[in-house]
C-alpha cells in the first residue's frame, strides 16, 4: 500500500474516532455508529492492503 493510501486511511480513522469522542456526550447511539463505522474503516484498511499485496506477488511471479 502506497503511503498516501496510509496516511488516508490513518487520518480518516483518527477523524471518525475523534467524532465519536465528540459524540458520546451528546448521543451514545451516534458514537456507538461512528466507533462501528471506524473499526469497518481499519478492517477495510486491511484487507485493501492484503489484495495489492498479493497482486503485486502475483505480478513478480509472472515475470520471474
Known amino acids: 500500500m ?3 493510501l ?4 490513518a487520518t ?3 477523524l471518525i474516532l475523534t467524532a465519536a469522542s ?3 456526550s451528546y448521543n451514545i447511539w451516534l ?3 461512528l ?3 471506524c473499526v469497518l474503516n481499519i478492517g477495510w484498511g486491511f ?3 492484503a489484495r495489492l499485496r498479493r497482486k503485486a506477488e502475483a505480478a ?3 515475470s520471474s
Not at 6 to 9: G, I, K, N, Q, T
Open 2 to 4: 502506497g503511503k498516501g
Open 6 to 9: 496510509s496516511l488516508w486511511f
Open 12 to 14: 480518516s480513522s483518527i
Open 22 to 24: 465528540i459524540c458520546i
Open 31 to 33: 458514537a456507538l455508529l
Open 35 to 37: 466507533g462501528l463505522l
Open 47 to 49: 484487507i485493501l492492503k
Open 60 to 62: 513478480a511471479q509472472r
